[in-house]
């Protein structure tokens, strides 16, 4: 069973700025546990939603083991709304009660509780791999795929779809992934260049691969959790990169005010620099 989360935003643009001065404001959250969630549920809200704004309307979902993080913006090109833009608003809100009503529990739904995916994910040293996919989708099946045939195992830490309708239609994937045992398997990044360069070829570049040393890993994200105040089980990882002698990494805490924490750090994990950013 799974977790879903469902945040419903209103994005309205000043096409007639010359900036395209944009405002962000929330209209609904949803936080339903022991649900079964599929891609079929995930389609099947996309479509509810669509149907009911018609274009104009950005769909993007994190999966975090079985946690589902759902963000839906609703894209109006005034800052000043018509009736019409209320009743629009007002119709998929509707769509959206009535969609998580039917997968609400009979029993009273709990809120889903903090998790220790990462904890229990970097457990030993390893790689994280990222790889990304502009206007498109297919890159983590295709990488898992690669994986998965050189007997490489491996565990998901994130998986990232974000579908835009409006005009010409697009989106993007990405997904994060971490190779354990790399030391006592011999799995070394020239392996996986190797590896990657002769499946994906020039398209290498929207993969990288980092070494991460899990102990000052964990020990680094309960220091950011502790100067953020927040819990530390709660920082999602985004990503994780070597940029010459210093380590950046960014986390996201999901929920109705999304927060990223991006922090720069030396090659020993010391906090260098810390930003973060609420939306």
Same mark, same amino acid.
């Not at 939603?49 to 999966?63: E, H, S």
């Not at 000043?80 to 009503?101: A, H, M, P, T």
């Not at 998790?115 to 990222?130: C, P, T, Y």
């Given at each position: ?21 944009? /405002? ?8 339903? *546990?022991?649900?079964? &969630?599929?891609?079929? #549920? ?5 479509? !509810? ?14 999966? &975090? ?6 963000? #839906? ?18 119709? &998929? ?14 029993? *009273? ?20 791999? %990222?790889?990304? !996919?502009?206007?498109?989708?297919? &890159? ?6 690669? $994986? ?25 994937? !990405? =997904? ?41 890993? %964990?020990?680094?994200?309960?220091? =950011? ?20 002698? /210093?380590?950046?990494?960014?986390? %996201?805490?999901?929920?109705? =005010? ?5 922090? $720069? ?15």
């Amino acid at each position: 069973m799974s977790n879903l989360f469902f945040g419903l935003y209103l994005e309205k643009m000043d096409w007639n700025s010359d900036d395209y001065k944009t /405002e962000v404001t929330h209209l609904k959250a949803f936080e339903i *546990a022991d649900v079964l &969630v599929t891609e079929k #549920t995930i389609n099947d809200l996309h479509i !509810e939603i669509i149907q009911a704004k018609g274009d104009w309307l950005n769909f993007n979902t994190n999966v &975090v083991e079985e946690n589902y993080y759902i963000q #839906t913006n609703l894209i109006f090109h005034s800052m000043d709304l018509s009736e019409e833009d209320e009743q629009i608003i007002n119709k &998929v809100i509707g769509k959206c009660e009535s969609f998580f009503q039917v997968l609400k529990r009979l029993d *009273a739904a709990t809120r889903p509780s903090n998790f220790e995916l990462l904890d229990k994910i970097l457990d030993e040293d390893g790689f994280v791999i %990222k790889a990304h !996919e502009g206007g498109g989708w297919g &890159v983590a099946e295709d990488l898992t795929q690669l $994986l998965s045939s050189q007997n490489m195992s491996f565990k998901t830490i994130r998986h990232q779809k974000s579908r835009f309708d409006g005009g010409a239609s697009g989106g993007f994937e !990405e =997904i994060l992934l971490f190779i354990g045992g790399a030391a006592s398997s011999g799995i070394t990044w020239d392996i996986l260049k190797g590896l990657f360069t002769n499946r994906f070829g020039i398209e290498l570049e929207n993969i990288k691969a980092t070494f991460v040393d899990s102990m000052r890993f %964990k020990q680094l994200r309960r220091n =950011i959790a502790d100067r953020i105040v927040e819990d530390h089980k709660d920082l999602i990882l985004i990503d994780f990169y070597n940029q010459e002698s /210093e380590i950046i990494c960014e986390f %996201k805490i999901y929920g109705i =005010i999304e927060k990223t924490i991006t922090v $720069l750090c030396d090659s020993e994990y010391q906090i260098k620099e810390l930003k973060l950013e609420r939306k």
